[in-house]
């Protein structure tokens, strides 16, 4: 069985710049949910997909935005990037079979993203 | 909207000495409740969680959570530090619909 995976592991823009994440669930996980840590902080929820669609959000701008695929896997794309935006984001899958209940999240390793 | 309390971003502890890490939560419901640990370079580990099931919560290496609902806390307990658990610690609350609020964690040193 193979778990979260996340690419690249490590990515450098400048301001202003568009990045894309990449996240592949764990092997038959419908449902990907995105994080945000900053340096010295708990990661941060952005949001959640679950077959194909947004399943809510956290406070974060438009310019985040994300895919899934039907395989489940998951892109997160940010435009404009601010200096800000330098963090580590992670990747969660779960299989979620009532979206109202509890499901375990497997966390990947995280992409670190750091913009000048 | 739902929220944890780390009470302390830092604890050191000896090898073999009991370990203590706080956390208050707040919530509107009743809550589900987890304990992650963050290695350096490594992904979000669950150590155990709480699903409104026994209040006292057993997890792996030795780590065990007691859910203490008049008190609003959940902390993280290990009778005898390992050199290995030094690592970063967050405890988290479920939301209703599963997004996870993380607390601002605990860095978790020991000494030898």
């Known amino acids: 069985e193979t778990g979260v995976t996340q690419s690249p592991t490590h990515l450098i823009k400048t301001r202003g710049q568009q990045v894309t994440l990449r996240c592949s669930s764990q092997?038959?996980?419908?449902?990907v949910s995105w994080y945000q840590q900053a340096l010295g902080q708990g990661p941060q929820f952005i949001f959640q997909?679950?077959?194909?669609?947004?399943?809510g959000r956290g406070n974060f701008p438009p310019r985040f935005s994300g895919l899934q695929f039907p395989n489940y896997s998951s892109e997160l794309n940010v435009n404009a990037l601010e200096l800000d935006d330098s963090a580590l984001y992670l990747c969660?899958?779960?299989?979620?079979?009532?979206?109202?209940?509890?499901?375990?999240?497997?966390f990947g390793p995280g992409t670190r993203l750091t913009v000048l | 909207a739902q929220s944890v309390t780390q009470l302390d971003s830092h604890v050191s502890v000896s090898e073999g000495t009991p370990v203590l890490l706080r956390c208050n939560y707040s919530s509107s419901y009743s809550p589900s409740l987890f304990w992650y640990v963050q290695h350096p370079n490594k992904g979000l580990q669950l150590l155990l969680k709480y699903t409104s099931a026994a209040t006292l919560v057993k997890g792996i290496n030795g780590f065990e959570a007691e859910f203490k609902k008049s008190e609003t806390s959940f902390h993280l307990t290990k009778p005898s530090a390992h050199m290995s658990d030094a690592a970063e610690y967050f405890c988290?609350?479920?939301?209703?619909?599963?997004?996870?609020?993380f607390g601002a964690g605990t860095i978790l040193r020991v000494k030898s």
């Open positions: 988290v609350v479920s939301e209703y619909g599963n997004k996870l609020v």
């Open positions: 092997s038959g996980h419908n449902t």
């Open positions: 969660a899958s779960s299989l979620v079979v009532q979206p109202s209940s509890y499901n375990e999240q497997f």
């Open positions: 997909y679950y077959r194909e669609e947004e399943n």
